[in-house]
């Protein structure tokens, strides 16, 4: 079992930042792929970054540039920079045993308003 714990979201400036963790712990959550996705109102859920146990990593085309996803000593970051109305919505924090297993944090509101 993984349980995901998702911190750092709150209400920003358009062009501000913010960092989002993830604290994970459980079994084997240093070799998932871990990942971060987001959810907009009336929108799918969407893959905004990824990272493997060996650091490799890849974005979502709207943020690339912008975001950095980085891990170490069971956590999880997502850096956000430049963050504008479109990046509004909760982010989720996602731990993935290579399509067998797939497990998932409660989620923290990102809110860029001016």
């Known amino acids: 079992q993984v349980q995901l714990v998702e911190s750092g979201g709150g209400l920003v400036q358009p062009g501000g930042s913010l960092k989002l963790s993830c604290a994970a712990s459980?079994?084997?959550?240093?070799?998932?792929?871990m990942n971060w996705y987001r959810q907009a109102p009336g929108k799918q859920r969407e893959l905004v970054a990824g990272?493997?146990?060996?650091?490799s990593t890849n974005y979502a085309d709207s943020v690339k540039g912008r975001f950095t996803i980085s891990r170490g000593n069971a956590m999880v970051y997502l850096q956000m920079n430049s963050l504008n109305a479109e990046d509004t919505a909760v982010y989720y924090c996602?731990?993935?045993?290579?399509?067998?297993?797939?497990?998932w944090g409660q989620g923290t509101q990102v809110t860029v308003s001016s």
């Open positions: 996602n731990a993935n045993f290579g399509g067998l297993q797939s497990y």
């Open positions: 459980g079994s084997a959550v240093n070799i998932a792929i």
């Open positions: 990272i493997t146990n060996r650091g």
